[in-house]
């Protein structure tokens, strides 16, 4: 089984889309885990929590990383997985086969393809938070919270903040959502 998570309902040919990458695919995992982050996305989230409109793509946060093929997932600032997934209900879809699916080199069990996808099962996830606060206490995956990143994670992510957030490809609702966010890093930027 491979394993695809959306906010929308009633999916059955899952189809290619464009993501920050720029190539219409469809992402999915060998381990269900992998695909919890997806359930949220906090630049949507926050833009429509705020009232901040604009139509086009949404931009992917996603604050996580591999550690000896475990997903872990770092909170940028502090409450960051509260405030993306607290509440928030998505559904995860599974599919038998993935017609060209491909490989990814950086996300294990991770494949991707260019052809739609035909879904065999759906799961009903209530709450987000709860899924992936389980997933971790089964050890399927790491949380590092906001207080137990090291100084050195902190500072690269204060850099990285302040590069996206100048970076003439960041979209407005991307950088709103990194005001909102990292007020103290984007104040006097611009």
Known sequence: MFYHASPVHCIEILEPRASNHGTPQVYLS????????YLSNAVEKYCRETGFAQEGPWHKWGSYGFQAGKLCLDE?????????YAGV????????SVPGGEPMADI???VAT????????CEFVPDAL?????????GQLAIRWYHQLPEEMLRWIEASIRQEYISQDSS??????????FPEIT???G
């Open 130 to 138: 709860e899924a992936i606060l389980a997933a971790e206490e089964a």
């Open 89 to 96: 209900s998505g559904y995860i879809y599974c599919v038998e």
């Open 76 to 84: 940028y600032y502090p409450n960051a997985l509260r405030d993306t």
């Open 108 to 110: 294990p069990g991770g």
């Open 187 to 189: 104040a006097g930027l």
């Open 30 to 37: 060998k381990k269900r885990e992998n695909v919890l982050p």
């Open 114 to 121: 260019r052809e739609p996808v035909p879904v065999a099962g």
């Open 172 to 181: 407005p609702k991307y950088r709103h959502f990194l005001k909102g966010k």
